[in-house]
């Protein structure tokens, strides 16, 4: 049966009525432009044809009920909340949401799907966005996608208390099929890359690794990154954000700079360049380029910016040896979660196969991997009138 008929048919289980709206809400991989987003850079991300499934029905009482299938955990509330819950985690991101729309109206709510969830692909922000979609339509609020996308972070900012960029919500929002998103995420605008090469197959592999440290650590990088700014912002009072710095300003200013953050500010002005290096091969349709700059950036990643893993070093080893893989790095915060592999389409299943094989005899872990590609961003599937 697939996923979303499950969910539906849960639903009617758990709370006895018909769903009024069905939701599809994709989780998102990123190409290039890793921890750039909260430095005002540019980011390259695609949602993916992995996804959250809502179901949702509006209630005339102000309560929400809402059910996690997967875990099969639920919890109804009944106003209003006025901070996050202790329990169910979970409920914050749809809590969060609702708050940040104004407590709309109370609603039944049911979700769950085939989005791995703690693996780096944005499964709450898939669900944020899934929660401001089915309450747009159900009030109908006619909010603007754009605007949902705001909502959705700040209900992940101030209510759920991560304080991540803008990116992953955007990516599970805004994805079209086969293309890349072009993401400035100061001026918040964007251009479509297509993604023309049926031979090529994105790999995700999941190393199993807890990002336990995933939000502390992301908090230290992001003070790092402000304090690197604040010494910039001496030589150059006009400037904005970390984004905006010539690599020869941040040359100039190397010895007012403790060296961590110079290495930190390093790797985001080199992976800005990256970002634009990636357009250009995106257009050229060379994949070879695309590659490299995949393995430099998980280069920057580990050595200036810190946020890899033995684990995730490990994987990138492994898929560079592979004669299938022309690029490889890891995605998305760090710490744990998955690495990005561009891989020929024929021989992915060999190289899941190698790469997995390497793994569990060096860590003992069992690997997960799938085959992902860019789909379209969030949308509503069935509306009952
Ligand atoms: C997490 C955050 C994003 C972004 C990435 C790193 O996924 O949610 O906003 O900062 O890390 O690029």
């Keep these: ?69 997967d875990y099969e955990e639920g919890c109804v509330i009944e106003a209003r909340p006025s901070a996050r819950l202790a329990q169910p985690a979970w409920a914050n991101y749809l809590l969060g949401v609702l708050v940040e729309m104004g407590w709309p109206g109370g609603m039944d709510i049911a979700f769950g799907g085939d989005l791995p969830i703690g693996a780096g692909v944005s499964s709450s922000a898939a669900l944020e966005n899934a929660t401001a979609l089915a309450a747009d339509a159900l009030f109908n609020l006619r909010y603007s996608r754009i605007d949902l996308v705001r909502i959705a972070h700040r209900a992940e900012n101030a209510f759920v208390g991560v304080p991540c960029g803008i990116m992953d919500m955007f990516a599970g929002m805004m994805g079209r099929k086969d293309a890349f998103i072009h993401l400035d995420c100061q001026a918040l605008a964007w251009e479509y890359l297509p993604f023309e090469a049926p031979d090529l197959a994105f790999v995700l592999c999941h190393s199993g690794v807890e990002r336990r440290l995933a939000t502390s650590e992301y908090g230290a990088r992001r003070r790092e990154c402000a304090q690197g700014l604040a010494v910039l912002q001496k030589l150059e009072p006009g400037l904005k954000n970390l984004s905006d710095a010539t690599p020869a300003l941040l040359e100039a200013a190397k010895h007012n700079i ?128």
């Design 1 to 69: 049966m697939p996923f979303e008929q499950r969910i539906w048919e849960i639903f009617q289980r758990v709370y006895g009525r018909r769903p009024s709206i069905g939701i599809r809400s994709p989780g998102r991989i990123n190409l290039l432009g890793e921890h750039t987003d909260y430095n005002g850079g540019p980011v390259l991300p695609a949602a993916i044809d992995r996804a959250l499934w809502l179901a949702a029905a509006p209630r005339t009482d102000g309560r929400c009920r809402l059910w996690a299938c």
């Design 258 to 385: 403790p060296q961590v953050v110079f290495r930190r500010c390093r790797y985001v002005l080199g992976e800005i360049a990256r970002v634009a290096a990636a357009v250009e091969a995106l257009r050229q349709n060379d994949y070879a380029a695309l590659g490299a700059l995949l393995y430099q950036t998980h280069a920057g990643l580990r050595d200036d910016f810190e946020v890899s893993c033995p684990e995730l070093n490990f994987l990138v080893e492994q898929a560079a040896r592979h004669p299938a893989c022309s690029g490889a790095r890891l995605m998305g915060a760090g710490f744990g979660g998955c690495t990005l592999n561009l891989v020929h389409q024929r021989e992915a299943h060999d190289f899941i196969a190698r790469v997995s094989e390497g793994y569990v005899s060096v860590f003992g872990r069992p690997l997960s991997a799938w085959i992902v590609r860019p789909d379209n961003g969030a949308e509503i599937v069935f509306r009952a009138n």
